[in-house]
């Protein structure tokens, strides 16, 4: 019962964690994705990483509190202004041992 990855649901003081790869696919890459998805994940206090891909899609890793990683993974089906997402997908992945967010 329960659903949360980091085993601290029952002690007090301890979050819960999510932590979530996404791909974006669509122009993507020399949009400023990376550089906006860092600040993004940075204002809301999420972990992890984002890179370009060589096939032009950007990679990233989220993880955090589930509402704000849900929030980003909101915010990755629009992107920057001058991107044109065509999809997203989610994976879902175990919690790791990220310190900050940086690009890749």
Do not use: K, Y
Not at 87 to 101: D, Q, W
Request: contains cysteine.
């Amino acid at each position: 019962m329960g659903g949360s990855r980091s085993g601290g649901e029952d002690r007090p003081g301890l979050r819960e964690t999510r932590c979530t790869r996404v791909v974006i696919h669509g122009r993507v890459q020399g949009v400023a994705f990376r550089a906006t998805t860092c600040r993004e994940a940075s204002r809301r206090g999420l972990r992890g990483w984002v890179r370009n891909l060589p096939d032009g899609s950007v990679e990233a890793l989220f993880e955090g509190e589930p509402a704000d990683v849900e929030a980003l993974v909101r915010w990755c089906r629009t992107g920057p202004a001058w991107a044109r997402v065509d999809r997203v997908e989610t994976h879902p992945e175990p919690i790791g041992n990220h310190r900050g967010f940086e690009i890749r």
